[in-house]
């Protein structure tokens, strides 16, 4: 057993945090450039693009994140391809994330009323057009809330990718709770580090929410 003062477990834990947010950020923004794309194709009038999305939004939704972060790292191997635990993690919570995304958006874009796309079609735009510069400027006021407050799941998602040997902050609190063999203290810590990255994200997303309910209800 080796010896840990409780500064150098939160020393070395707040260190681990830093790629549990490097990781997050990657796969948030990531998720949310694949989301716009896939948001497109969603609302798309061709069926066959949208039957795509629902497939894809399905896949992702309907299998547990575990098995994804498995599948990218042990599946990839075998067909020749071969993935670090940072690799099969960013592109795994990548793909998880935009496929939740992309729910979340098409639900804000169906919240504006139809008739704004045949207003924005009554002056020749294309659909394109229409959606860029009427319907997506309408839709973001009310997709920002749940955005920010799924960016906390994000994080938290996050503790899974430990099981493909990735040293974020979970992974970095089991090695130390192995070494030093005090998990009570350890994965309190762990726990507060997480509370305390996610709570201000929280709060931020209520707030919006109720500023998006107020300027609805002047």
Wanted: hydrophobic share 55%; net charge positive.
């Amino acid at each position: 057993m080796v010896e840990f003062s409780l500064w150098d477990i939160a020393r070395n834990l707040l260190l681990a945090a830093r790629w549990t947010v490097v990781l997050s950020l990657i796969a948030f923004v990531g998720g949310g450039v694949a989301g716009f794309v896939l948001l497109a194709m969603r609302v798309s009038p061709l069926p066959w693009l949208r039957r795509v999305v629902v497939l894809y939004v399905e896949l992702f939704q309907g299998t547990p994140l575990l098995m994804q972060l498995f599948l990218g790292f042990f599946g990839l191997p075998l067909l020749g391809i071969d993935v670090s635990p940072w690799l099969a993690a960013t592109v795994t919570l990548t793909l998880y994330t935009s496929a939740y995304l992309v729910d979340i958006w098409r639900g804000c874009v169906e919240a504006v009323p139809r008739g704004q796309w045949g207003a924005a079609a009554s002056l020749g735009m294309t659909w394109t057009q229409q959606l860029r510069y009427v319907i997506w400027p309408q839709a973001w006021k009310i997709a920002v809330p749940p955005t920010v407050g799924f960016l906390v799941q994000v994080v938290k998602s996050t503790a899974l990718t430990s099981i493909v040997g990735l040293t974020e902050l979970t992974k970095t609190g089991t090695m130390i709770t192995n070494a030093a063999f005090r998990p009570f203290p350890i994965y309190a810590m762990v726990a507060l580090i997480y509370f305390a990255m996610c709570f201000p994200l929280t709060w931020y997303a209520r707030v919006l929410e109720q500023r998006y309910q107020r300027a609805r209800h002047r």
